[in-house]
């Protein structure tokens, strides 16, 4: 009769193979040195299929915890070192960035599309009725913060967009990553909530620059203010748009879940537009360091920083219209 | 739950006392500091637990303090996706005060998952520790008295491994309750306890 220390007797030497193998594969891992013993992937795969029967059997036979929990212990590290996807490295990112992010902004284009209106309409509807009623910018921001905007984008700053002369370079540079990223991800995250929240952060943001930009006009500060933005907005944006369309992909898979289950949907949707959230972070981090250390230089002439501004919003529009479209 | 939230106040306060060295460092470098700071600030707001879920372990250090990790639902290692997009989503859990979504979620659901989790598809799993053979000393084994499904010889081995930790009130107590297995039914007592022991001896193998 197999009681449970015959068979635990039986198949030991089994067990102990295959945990000492795993260890051994798992050591390697870590240290990733290429000198230790290498690991037999076959024999791997063969220890772990007889541990997977024996678990079933000793879970049918209701043998004792000890061994149950000893079997479930090996064939799961097994299950996680065979299966485990390397993801990562630069050949990875590189393909990241050539086909996959351009890719699925165009897979996504008409998210795209609802989330730039919802975007633009509020910027420009606010922009002229600050432009037309200057007062109207007091029920957006107080007094104080409506004077600071001012003295930002006087022609007379030394670094345009700054409230203090003294902030550096740098100092703005890591600024702007942490807000807009920030911002970025609020986008994102927002639309877990049917895509509402997406919808409210890019109207609010939308309806807060064209604010800014209706009452800085009306000043009389259109030049500086127009010259600051021109260049890093193509990236800046552009990218809080994405950020928004991935968060209402993610709403619409609540709303109309189609032929899945609604976890499934938001777990497929999430997988998808994660790709833009990459995207997204390395778009921020160029438009913080275009912001940070060109847009701000108030010695540079207009001219040539709208002709920048220029380059870059074709080489961002056509980075997404051609890029990546003949790749497998 | 409870150790979820252990493991999340020990990376808090990781995260409270690197932050508070670099505003210290950005004090003395100025400008320059201001800026890495605000960057450390950013990835310990948002890439410190991806980084962390990443490596081997697949937990941040306050996580693989209390044994806790995350795994896809599949029991796969988290993949980068899935790590970033339940990062990325703790902003929704956070609301509307203090994670109030993520703890009503996570007290609703029978897997413990908050909106991060449902999303990404992972998982926050409990290491309970390798279960200890039963160790039983002295006591000779004794054939069942009645023929035992195998549920009850688990039980009565279960017993046994956990007669150490119990007092010895208690395991007389417990002991009755198995008694028809070795034939004393409706008797308890030390002697009745030496004997389910012995019963669990003889169901383990040992003859």
Sequence with gaps: ??????????????????????????????????????????????????????????????????????LERMTTDAHQLIYHRREFGIARLRHMAAVEFPAAVRAHASYVAVAAATFLLPTIVVAILVYRHPDMILSVVDSETAATFESMYAKSADSIGRARAASTDWMMFGYYIRHNIGVAFQCFAAGLFAGCGSLFFLAYNGAFSGALAGYLVERGLSSTFFSFVATHSAFELTAIVLSGAAGLRVGQSLLAPGPLTRPQALVQATRDSAILLYGVTGMLLVAAGIEAFWSSASWLPSAVKYGVAAVCWTAVASYFVLQGRHAS | MTPRLYAFLVDWIIRLFLMYAAWMAAAVMGGIGIAFALILLFALEWLYPVVFELTPSGATPGK??????????????????????????????????????????????????????????????????????????????????????????????????????????????????????????????????????????WVLGRR
Excluded at chain 1, 49 to 68: D, F, K, S
Excluded at chain 2, 90 to 97: E, I, Q, W
Aim: with cysteine; glycine share 6%; charged share 25%.
């Design chain 2, 64 to 201: 693989r303090t209390f044994r806790l990790k995350v795994v896809m639902d599949n029991g796969l290692p988290v993949t980068a996706a899935a790590s970033v997009t339940r990062n990325v989503l703790r902003v929704a859990d956070f609301l509307p005060f203090v994670y109030g979504v993520a703890i009503v979620s996570v007290l609703l659901r029978r897997d413990c998952k908050r909106l991060g989790d449902i999303a990404a598809g992972t998982i926050v799993v409990y290491d309970r520790g390798a279960v200890s053979p039963p160790l039983i000393a002295g006591v000779d084994p004794i054939a069942p008295a009645v023929p035992l499904a195998p549920e009850d010889q688990a039980a009565v081995i279960a017993f046994a491994a956990r007669a150490p930790r119990l007092t010895a009130e208690r395991l007389d107590e417990l002991a009755a309750l198995a008694a028809p297995a070795s034939g004393d039914a409706g008797r308890s007592g030390p002697d009745v306890t030496r004997r389910v022991l012995g019963v669990a001896q």
């Design chain 1, 1 to 70: 009769m197999m009681t449970p220390l015959r068979f635990e007797q039986t198949y030991e030497d089994d067990w102990t193979e295959l945990e000492a193998l795993l260890a051994g594969a798992v050591a390697r891992k870590g240290w990733r040195s290429a000198e230790a013993t290498p690991v037999s992937g076959a024999r791997i795969a063969a220890l772990y299929r007889r541990a997977c029967e024996h678990l079933a059997l000793a879970r049918a036979r209701c043998y004792p915890a000890h061994i149950t929990d000893r």
